[in-house]
């Protein structure tokens, strides 16, 4: 029966923190190349389809070859040899709108997700397999609206400056008892900017900064915790609170020609330390990220864009090894 038990607290542990790792080392928008350009009068709806692959779990800048608890969500064993895949298919509809003298653009924004480990074992003695689990697929629960108010919008110029409020709503089902949640069970409000600059004919500026607040989840389940283990019926009685993240991104932008362009990213995230019950793990992300991509623009509305990206430098956490996204987006 323990044994059972802990099979199903292993599963839960990975879960968790594969959701969190996916999106708490990053931006918490990822915006895209065109993203603060207006369309005047039109809706947009874009399809996001994304591939990532994290490898080794870092402290301090390095994988560590004794137990560390870096994470809530993670024992505290040798991670050197942990991949975690991820497949995420998104969907945003965003409108521009005009409103007194400024636009502005809603947006909604849900997501699919598939995870899965590919892990290989630490040791002879340790079977990440078995410890992490084999991962897990579903919609996940929360959904996120919010919106751009642009203060500058100048297309003749080719420069716009917007400002973005996003909020994610714990709309999910949550259960702490459940071995498997896709919902995080708290808010997170994000304000972003983006600033797009023409340099010459051929290229394209853009700079965000973003900050991000954090929810707390009152129902949260330390599930390292031996009172857990023992009983499964427990309902959540920790808390789990997390510091503000920051972003900055810059992406350059070269037209080859009008309808295919090529550009390059650079972004730093810092910040996002968590605590569980007021104790305070050291899992802040400080990363360095690069990208490169394509943009492709057709008739009738269409835009197609291909991103690869990857870490660079990295202090904590699961260091992004690769992440290949395709982007469609339609305007009408």
Do not use: C
């Not at 839960?12 to 895209?32: G, K, P, R, V």
């Not at 603060?36 to 389809?49: H, I, S």
């Amino acid at each position: 029966m323990h044994h059972f038990i802990f099979k199903s607290v292993r599963a839960s542990i990975f879960l968790a923190l594969a959701l969190i790792f996916t999106s708490a080392q990053a931006a918490q928008l990822d915006l895209m190349p065109d993203d603060y350009v207006v369309k005047p009068d039109t809706v947009q709806l874009a399809f996001n389809l994304l591939q990532r692959r994290q490898i080794g779990a870092y402290v301090n800048g390095s994988l560590p070859q004794n137990s560390v608890r870096i994470s809530p969500f993670l024992p505290a064993i040798p991670l050197a040899k942990t991949v975690i895949e991820s497949q995420v298919a998104s969907i945003r509809l965003s409108k521009f709108m005009t409103l007194g003298e400024f636009t502005v653009a809603p947006v909604l924004v849900a997501s699919y997700r598939n995870i899965e480990n590919t892990s290989s074992s630490y040791s002879a003695l340790v079977d990440m397999q078995k410890i992490l689990g084999e991962g897990a697929q579903g919609v996940h629960g929360d959904i996120g609206v919010g919106g751009t108010l642009w203060l500058v919008n100048q297309p003749a110029k080719h420069e716009f400056l917007g400002v973005t409020a996003f909020m994610t709503l714990p709309t999910g089902d949550y259960d702490a008892r459940k071995n498997i949640n896709l919902s995080e069970n708290r808010w997170r409000f994000v304000l972003s900017g983006g600033w797009v600059t023409t340099l010459g004919d051929k290229w394209v500026n853009e700079f965000s900064p973003e900050i991000a607040w954090y929810g707390d989840n009152n129902a949260y389940r330390d599930f390292t915790q031996s009172r857990y283990i023992l009983n499964t019926q427990l309902k959540g009685t920790d808390e789990l609170s997390q510091e503000k993240t920051y972003a900055l991104s810059d992406t350059l932008r070269y037209k080859i020609t009008p309808s295919i362009h090529v550009f390059s990213m650079a972004q730093i995230n810092r910040g996002g330390k968590t605590y569980v019950n007021n104790s305070k793990l050291s899992d802040a992300a400080d990363n360095t990220r690069i990208a490169l991509g394509l943009l492709f623009y057709t008739q009738g509305g269409n835009q197609w864009m291909l991103r690869y990206q990857k870490d660079t430098a990295i202090e904590n956490g699961l260091r992004l090894a690769d992440e290949v996204t395709l982007r469609y987006m339609h305007y009408f």
